[in-house]
């Protein structure tokens, strides 16, 4: 019976490597045809799918959606980057460290790499151009930046992680916070470097002061959810509701930048992307218990460990495995369909699941920058009007920085696991 589940789990995951939704329907009609071939009843398999989605955390996901959606049409990440751009005048390349420090704290209230690239991606590109910053490096440092949106706080793979292997989302939000500070260091020493010639500004304390009345507001989007997570103000779901109300609060009452009718229409986006990400998930997560009931996860711990003694030789053969799947699978069914088999095999071998999360999850946002199927590509592509094999070798340079960044949080633990208690 495992082989037959993971047949069909092998079938959704090629199925979504090729985007095409009538093999995510075979997969699920698979599914259902195998539950019958086990002797359950059909109606057993659908409330299963139901059941699997009655989860208070998987709220979180459409709000958080939402805010992002919300503050993406709005000013929030214009304001960003006027704050970060005043602060870093005097330093070399100090409007790309804003792009990218920008990117971060906005990444910090959307939890989505796409909204992240396009809110402000959108808003600092043209200003690098016209700055004189060279195409390319303008181009691969919004496209890189975007990637931030997956492991910052609140980070929606992280919680999707949390939910297919049952681990803390606050430890991992905790983890991803250290990592996330660790990429952004990365890509700003990168980028002071590559502009160190460049002429310098200086510090404008009025622009500073206005600056930060202008923006404080967006400021206090990331202090105010992240602080109450940590703080155990409030649960990820209710942190979700709290970013949602907060960006129509500043938005639509204290801004003025919205109208009502543009949060029916992110509501109505934001629907729109949910229509497709819900019928993976309720799939997704119904595989993952019919696998457990099954024992896949520790038949294949079994198996593993007697063909890999080697923490250090596992821990490279995941990151090969997880860099190809990044290449063709989008980061959501990646998660929810690999996490579950390759979390209880990392135990085996002494790895914390918190750990591992920021493994896998750093590993496909590589992913988001590699072709074929990379979703910042696609995204900047369109977004930029810009050639898909520009935006590619663009990102070129920081593909390599997040892959060193990946290496050393895979094999120093201490690096994303200092926060957690």
Partial sequence: ?????????????????????????LAIVALLSYGLLAGQDITYVAQDLFFSLDQEVLL????????????????????????????????????????ILSAAAFAATSGSSMVTLLAVGGVVYPFLIQAGYPEKFALGTVTAS??????????????????????SIIDLFLAGLAASLLLTLMMISYAMFRNRHRPVGRWDGGEIIAAMKSGVLAMGMPVI??????????????????????????????HRDLKLKDVAAAMIETAGLLGTLVPILAFALSLNMLMAHERVPQLAVEAVLQAVDSRFVFLLAVTVLLLIVGCFVEITPAVLLLAPILTPLAQ???????????????????????????LNLFVASTAFKKPFALVMQASLPYITILFVGLLLLTFIPAAPLIFVR
């Avoid at 975007?146 to 049952?166: A, D, M, N």
């Fill in 1 to 25: 019976m495992s082989a037959g589940v993971l047949a069909v789990a092998g079938g959704a995951l090629l199925s979504l490597a090729f985007r095409q939704n009538l093999y995510v329907l």
């Fill in 60 to 99: 979180s996901i459409p709000f958080f959606v939402l805010a992002g959606t919300i503050m993406s049409h709005g000013t929030i990440a214009a304001r960003l980057v006027r704050i970060m751009s005043a602060f870093t005048a005097p330093v070399p390349g100090g409007l790309a460290l804003a792009a």
């Fill in 146 to 167: 975007g990637t931030l949106g997956i492991i910052v706080p609140p980070s929606i793979p992280l919680i999707l992680y949390g939910i297919s292997t049952k681990t």
């Fill in 225 to 254: 959810i992240l602080g109450g997570l940590y703080g155990g103000v409030f649960t990820a779901t209710e942190s979700a509701v709290v970013a949602t109300v907060y960006a129509i609060l500043v938005e639509v009452v204290i």
């Fill in 348 to 374: 085996s071998y002494g790895i914390d699941p918190v750990h591992f999360g920021i493994i896998m999850i750093v590993n496909l946002e590589i992913g988001y920058l590699t072709p074929p199927f990379g």
